[in-house]
């Protein structure tokens, strides 16, 4: 079993923003890639873990980000597991470009039982990821994000579909993101940068549910919470930009 993982991608025409920049949701994609190539040789995947009516999903994510890759351009991903209890494993990616360093992603992630959606803990069912797990953290802990929007600048409203669920059946991790960045909308992509992200995935989205999503920018942050129809959160997102 490897204790680090490395992949290599090109960033193609369907993952370019308006920029010919790689999107925030696909390089989510190529990092959840990543991850499940390293869970496969670890023998802790999700086909393994579903033959025990069992799911990993990831609960939080943060991006720091140095340059976006560009279209038609190489880049490399190396992740490894920095920290593990016996709920929740860390696990961090370094993203290269020519041998530079141009972003660092870390994410957290619980296994849950399919059937109750309940965390079982990780420890009991694989075991033998202690033997992989790596002290070296090299990226920043995502932030649990606890604003409220109580006068929000855009608000979204979405009903769930086929096309916006994953094999888990609930919306799918980078779908939360599209929807976020649609609010913080075209013209910030025109005039910034982004620089650093948290996402918190806090209650799962299921298949024909109604959501509203709604943001507030505040000087170069964008704060996007995403609702319930008791206005409970499911989603909290916080965008970091700078002046191009």
């Not at 069992?54 to 351009?73: A, C, E």
């Not at 016996?86 to 619980?110: M, Y």
């Not at 025109?190 to 999503?213: F, G, H, I, R």
């Amino acid at each position: 079993m490897k204790q680090t993982y490395s992949n290599e991608y090109r960033v193609t025409h369907k993952d370019t923003d308006i920029n010919g920049e790689i999107s925030l949701a696909s390089l989510g994609n190529f990092i959840l890639d990543t991850a499940g190539m390293h869970a496969i040789d670890l023998k802790t995947s999700i086909d393994i873990l579903n033959q025990q009516n069992l799911t990993w999903v990831v609960t939080g994510i943060h991006f720091d980000i140095k340059r976006l890759p560009k279209i038609n351009s190489n880049i490399k991903i190396t992740t490894k597991i920095t920290e593990l209890s016996r709920l929740a494993c860390k696990r961090d990616f370094i993203v290269e470009q020519n041998g530079e360093t141009i972003a660092g992603v870390s994410t957290e992630w619980l296994i849950i039982n399919r059937s109750t959606r309940r965390p079982t803990f990780i420890t009991d069912v694989l075991p033998q990821i202690h033997e992989i797990v790596s002290s070296d953290a090299q990226v920043e802990k995502y932030k649990h994000l606890r604003f409220a929007i109580d006068n929000p600048d855009a608000v979204y409203k979405h009903t769930v579909r086929y096309s916006d669920i994953d094999i888990n059946r609930h919306l799918y991790s980078m779908r939360y993101i599209e929807m976020a960045m649609d609010l913080a909308g075209i013209e910030i992509h025109d005039t910034k940068k982004l620089v650093a992200a948290d996402v918190n995935y806090m209650s799962e989205v299921l298949y024909n549910q109604e959501v509203t999503l709604v943001s507030k920018q505040e000087g170069n942050i964008t704060l996007i919470e995403m609702q319930n129809h008791d206005k409970k959160p499911m989603f909290r997102a916080e965008f970091v930009w700078e002046d191009k």
